[in-house]
């Protein structure tokens, strides 16, 4: 019996071994951290992947309104191994239920909307603390969400454009809900450019749904045209037909909106067979990671621009 006890428990721990060391980061840490300033405070999980983080790309991703993973982060939040993968730190701002009941961002009010105010202020803060903080790469630093944590991510994106060198604005909403792009060029003022950004919408979304995704990219491209003309084209200069993963039988289309230049400004990823839920469950768990690489991909092919030039 004392045998088989002493077998069962070396099993275990072996067992326990290879599931550490097949995780991600196995000497890094996920740490909640809390940032504050005049507008207020909010906390974060941070991720720093083990090893010097010196130099090294700043993604920060915004969640959706009452997002489970965020309460807390992040077992099954999965960008943190494409964080081991491809080399980033990684930073989850979470909402407080005292400034929304829902946990969402506050995207849609007046006070959070603009450049140095409220949230925007906050998350901007946060990013910059970060980027001080652990030397990092000033030129690759972007910003993504899902939900009401995309409509958080066109709103940084207009109003911190001299930030972040790439967003991804994933089912969320345009810039003050409007249609033209004019409300994004005045926001950004006189650090208007061309801002790349990574688009996903489930076909089926019953909340922000195709139209209001479609709405969003095209406000966007006109938006660069407004500050570069003749840089972004009305239609797509190549589309392709993907699966979502291994294993998961959901066709995708992407579609590539590449400049004269030959920079790609925006790319638009639409899982066909899928709603709103499902889309949030591709761009944070396990069975996405395919999404989540290629959204990190686009990101990291973009680097702050030179001052007087353009993506």
């Known amino acids: ?19 550490l060391s097949g995780a991600p980061g196995a000497h890094a840490q996920v740490k909640k951290r809390c940032f504050t300033n005049d507008a207020g405070t909010r906390c974060y999980y941070l991720y720093v992947p083990h090893g010097d983080s010196a130099g090294e790309p700043l993604m920060v991703y915004l969640h959706g309104c009452d997002d489970p993973i965020a309460h807390p ?96 604005p994933m089912a ?30 489930t076909l089926f979304d019953e909340i922000s749904n195709i139209v209001i995704g479609r709405t969003n990219l095209t406000q966007w491209l006109a938006a660069d045209n407004l500050a570069d003309p003749g840089s972004a084209p009305v239609l797509p200069t190549d589309v392709q037909v993907l699966a979502v993963g291994p294993g998961v039988p959901i066709p995708l289309t992407v579609e590539h909106y590449a400049s004269p230049r030959g920079c790609e400004l925006a790319r638009f990823t639409l899982p066909v067979l899928a709603e709103h839920a499902i889309g949030a469950g591709f761009v944070q768990q396990e069975h996405g990671l395919e999404i989540q690489r290629d959204l990190m991909r686009f990101l990291l092919s973009h680097r702050m621009p030179p001052p007087h030039q353009t993506c």
């Open 73 to 168: 982060l992040p077992s099954g939040f999965s960008l943190i191994r494409v964080a081991d993968e491809m080399g980033f730190v990684l930073a989850y701002p979470i909402q407080d239920r005292g400034s929304n009941k829902g946990l969402c961002w506050n995207w849609d009010k007046a006070g959070h909307q603009r450049r140095g105010e409220g949230e925007p202020s906050i998350i901007a803060g946060l990013t910059t603390a970060l980027i001080d903080e652990f030397h990092l790469d000033r030129d690759r630093v972007y910003l993504g969400g899902y939900s009401a944590g995309g409509a958080m991510t066109t709103t940084l994106g207009a109003t911190y454009p001299d930030l972040y060198a790439a967003i991804a």
């Open 1 to 19: 019996m004392r045998v088989a006890s002493l077998r069962l428990c070396a099993v275990l721990l072996l067992m326990a071994a290879c599931l």
């Open 172 to 201: 969320g909403a345009p810039y003050l809900t409007r249609l033209e792009a004019r409300p994004i060029i005045d926001a950004m003022g006189p650090r208007a450019r061309p801002l790349p950004a990574f688009f996903l919408q």
